[in-house]
């Protein structure tokens, strides 16, 4: 059955932008403009995708676009990898209905009057009131199904309530959608280029088929990796650009130190001030005398971690050499990072490891079809 990705779990949303991937499943350089006919690239989606799905020209229309607009080469692996994606997050739903959505946003909003120290006679006096379509908030809470219903209803109250903007302070707490269930920041991150008309907004745009498969494709493809494997990728794109190279560094690290460190992607605490390290740089630090760098350079290193271009960092290659030194054996330039997926909409124990190998088992199917 397909999978909804949660409502706001995506980590990390790095700014380094366009690549185009190699038949062995990743880029060490940019490929030229692809050159396949439109029809030709229409065909083989098609012919990819499971015999279920419904408007499979239609789907396959959209996919080709976006491949083109963002000049990203159109071959077997990449057609899979967006295939397999848009599968296991809605599968082909360009709007896709979540269980027990009405109690989720009820429960996302009483979780939050609480924090706020909110009495609860004042949020129900609230959800009363009659919104614009001419319905109380709480009579569209309670018949809300979809990502883009209640993203539309949170839109409203924090427009047209005191209390909706006190509860969120403009944060709309829906942060995912579409037929990928792509990031909306990532998305209005990258609206430059988009080729279509914006009717409304990016958000509203990412609620679509196109505009979703748009910022999907490009969250998914649109960054060079050093990666061999697919599956990397695929855990990127739950867990955040470079997670899976930064999870495999921050290994090495463990390797080279003796010091137990969550292999999670986060090689550093955003907003740490110098004194106040990371668990990540801190261990890094304590090599400080082996990598011949002292704290401010292993600072600026870390810093690109959100880019290809840490691979070619002194700190990354002196980290590698300590460990294998200590090791007596290569060590692995990727690795899935161990993160636990959590949301209101998520029931189980999922992990970014789960995800990534459903995708990657999709991705098979599809090459083999």
């Not at 949303?13 to 050159?35: D, H, K, M, S, Y």
């Not at 924090?158 to 707490?173: H, Q, Y």
């Not at 740490?272 to 990371?278: R, V």
Request: glycine share 6%; proline share 8%; net charge positive.
């Amino acid at each position: 059955m397909p999978s909804v990705s949660p409502i706001a779990f995506r980590r990390r949303l790095p700014v380094a932008w366009f690549c185009c991937l190699l038949l062995a499943g990743c880029a060490t350089a940019p490929l030229p403009p692809p050159t396949r006919p439109p029809t030709d690239v229409r065909s083989e989606i098609v012919r990819r995708m499971p015999a279920k799905v419904v408007d499979r020209q239609g789907w396959a229309a959209d996919i080709q676009a976006a491949f083109a607009a963002q000049r990203i080469e159109p071959n077997s692996e990449n057609i899979c990898a967006v295939l397999a994606v848009t599968e296991q997050e809605s599968g082909y739903v360009a709007n896709p209905e979540v269980a027990n959505l009405p109690k989720i946003a009820r429960g996302e909003i009483d979780r939050r009057a609480a924090a706020l120290h909110v009495p609860a006679f004042m949020v129900s006096a609230a959800l009363a009131i009659r919104s614009p379509d001419g319905r109380s908030y709480n009579e569209r809470l309670q018949r809300v199904r979809t990502e883009r219903e209640l993203s539309d209803i949170y839109q409203d109250l924090i427009g047209s309530v005191p209390l909706g903007k006190r509860l969120f302070a403009d944060f709309n707490p829906v942060q995912t959608g579409g037929p990928m269930q792509v990031g909306i920041p990532f998305a209005e991150s990258k609206a430059a280029g988009y080729p279509y008309p914006v009717d409304g907004s990016i958000r509203d745009e990412v609620f679509t088929r196109r505009g979703g498969m748009y910022f999907g494709i490009a969250h998914l493809l649109g960054y060079q990796t050093p990666y061999t494997r697919k599956v990397h990728r695929f855990a990127d794109f739950n867990a955040g650009w470079y997670a899976s190279r930064n999870a495999a560094f921050q290994n090495a690290v463990t390797t080279a130190t003796g010091i137990p460190l969550a292999l999670d992607g986060d090689l550093l605490t955003p907003g740490a001030p110098m004194d106040k390290p990371g668990q990540t740089e801190r261990a890094v630090r304590t090599l400080a005398g082996d990598l011949r760098m002292d704290d401010r350079d292993i600072r600026q290193a870390l810093e690109r971690g959100t880019h290809l271009a840490f691979d070619d960092t002194p700190l990354y290659a002196r980290v590698y050499a300590l460990a294998e030194a200590r090791a007596g054996k290569p060590l692995p330039r990727a690795m899935i990072p161990g993160i636990r997926l959590e949301s209101p909409k998520i029931t189980r124990e999922l992990t970014t490891a789960w995800f990534a190998t459903r995708v990657d088992e999709r991705y098979r199917h599809c090459m083999q079809r």
